[in-house]
């Protein structure tokens, strides 16, 4: 990797264990022109890069503008699982549950309610506010499919699938580290679903704004599908 292409972004201040974490985005270009991004994690009382330990390169898109659009669609209990599972990379600490259907929802059902918050609209916030707030929901929504799509696949047939998707990287899902190549793959179910845009999603939510939330609700708090 070319050093004078990698860029840095701060993203969040992170607790783990009692100790505080600085959290970085970092992407950077391939010689194809391709865009790679990953989190790097530093800790409070670190001052050299080797303090610091990282996720695997999880995004990988056309422009750095697309990068930074997936990354804020991440919420801070998903960014705290990532960096629990970097540290138990770089630890190789004791291996973690195989159930991994189970694992992605769980994840997901999490960090899609983060994101989604106070479903209400509130007349106080400006115009940008309310865009921000609507492109927030509409990251929690896409992971909600994501989620919704996990549910009906076989177990099995999804071990298969991962195993597929992540084809020539050498990956044990027994091991800790497997959250990292946890959000490949729903990058890859993400880009493969029949999603609406933004601007239609918007359309269609603010008409039916109780149908929205009556769905996540079934999806995360009554632990069905709808």
């Known amino acids: 990797m070319d050093p004078?292409?990698?860029r840095r972004r701060s993203v969040a201040f992170l607790e783990h264990e009692g100790e505080s974490?600085?959290?970085f985005l970092v992407s950077f270009t391939?010689?194809?022109?391709?865009w790679h991004g990953y989190f790097s994690f530093r800790p409070g009382d670190?001052?050299?890069?080797?303090?610091e330990v990282r996720t695997a390169d999880i995004f990988i898109e056309g422009s750095e503008e697309e990068i930074h659009a997936k990354a804020r669609g991440l919420g801070r209990p998903l960014l705290n699982a990532l960096l629990a599972s970097a540290l138990h990379t770089s630890a190789r600490g004791e291996a973690g549950s195989n159930k991994l259907r189970r694992r992605f929802r769980e994840f997901l059902a999490e960090n899609a309610q983060e994101l989604s918050g106070d479903w209400e609209d509130t007349p106080d916030r400006s115009e940008a506010q309310q865009l921000d707030h609507l492109r927030t929901l509409y990251a929690s929504y896409r992971l909600d499919?994501?989620?919704h799509f996990i549910?009906?696949?076989d177990p099995a047939d999804f071990e298969v699938a991962v195993d597929r998707i992540l084809e020539g990287e050498e990956v044990d899902f027994?091991?800790?580290?497997?959250?990292q190549y946890a959000m490949m793959v729903v990058e890859h179910i993400e880009a493969l679903l029949p999603l609406p845009p933004f601007e239609i999603w918007a359309a269609d939510f603010l008409r039916n704004r109780e149908g929205y939330q009556l769905y996540a609700h079934t999806l995360h708090r009554e632990g069905r599908l709808p």
């Open 4 to 6: 004078l292409r990698e």
């Open 21 to 23: 974490w600085a959290c």
């Open 30 to 34: 391939e010689r194809g022109g391709r």
């Open 46 to 51: 670190g001052e050299a890069e080797e303090d």
């Open 145 to 147: 499919q994501v989620a």
């Open 151 to 153: 549910c009906l696949v």
């Open 174 to 179: 027994r091991t800790r580290d497997r959250l």
